[in-house]
């Protein structure tokens, strides 16, 4: 992709300052209070380019509950750990059907089809865990998301981590039922209370475009050198994230914005640009498949703005 040097300080604080006027936002989730009490009318989003600029926009400092967005973290991890041997356990195919579908997974033997979709993180987060105790793992994520986020105040919402373990049957059914297959090694409280954890991580904008940067410059922070992954990795998971990255609207947004994606049902999206740029974008509002739906025009004006796409202009 070239940079066409767009004004992008101009064009977030526009695409803020319009998002924050529309009054189509769509639903906020509503399984848990503290997703279901969150003021739809929120909105920010933030940009950092790979000379570690940041550009800002509406409320890009508020923390939110990352809930998926974790996931593309705990795959990173989880593929850190066992290589190649993750691809046991877990699949590369976009699923069709809902995030927290349950039939696909008996048709497929317990085998889920992608790390994004509740199954598959799931499988990765039991991944992470073996041979450690939760407490540790949990931990070990944590501080994986500070690293790369540069920043130690991020941290698990307690209360939204109670209330997805209080109501988590569904998530419960298909951990037990990929425990039934030999899919997860541990026990599947276990499993279960990290994965609820690391959905509970809060943070805001502007560390999720930080934390996302590695991914948009071949597995190394262009900032301060840190390298997190190898290029051939991070050029994976942005694959990933482009084909399963929004659940059954993975195609949807490939075709309006272009970019590899991962979004969660607190109405983030984290969005990169290889070669270019991170970025999120924060909506509480869902559309029917569950992503954000101001987040995603944002991202889809964003490209429209800048001619950014993994596609061509
Ligand atoms: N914690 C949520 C769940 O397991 C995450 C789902 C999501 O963000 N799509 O249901």
Sequence with gaps: MSMADPDLARIV?????????????GQVATYIPELANVDPARFGMALIDLDGHTHVGGDADMPFSIQSISKVFTLTLALGRVGDRLWRKVGREP??????SIVQLEREMGV?????????????????????QPRETLGEILRFLQFVAEDETIFIDQEV?????????????LANYMKSFGVLENPVDFTLGVYFHHCAIAM???????????????????????????????????????????YDGSGEFAYRVGLPGKSGVGGGILAVAPGLASVAVWAPGLDEAGNSHLGRIALEELARRTGWSIFGH
């Design 13 to 25: 604080s526009d695409i803020a300052e319009e998002m924050s006027a529309r009054t189509d936002r």
């Design 204 to 246: 805001s904008c502007r560390q999720l475009a930080r934390a996302g940067l590695f991914l948009a410059n071949n597995g190394r922070n262009p900032v301060n050198g840190h390298s997190v992954i190898s290029a051939e990795r991070a050029r994976r998971i942005n694959a990933l994230m482009l084909t399963c990255g929004h």
């Design 112 to 132: 889920p089809r992608n790390p994004f979709i509740n199954a598959g993180a799931i499988a990765v987060t039991d991944v992470i865990l073996s041979g450690r």
């Design 95 to 100: 699923s069709g059907n809902p995030f927290n």
């Design 161 to 173: 981590a109670a209330s997805e373990k209080r109501t988590g049957f569904r998530n419960a059914a």
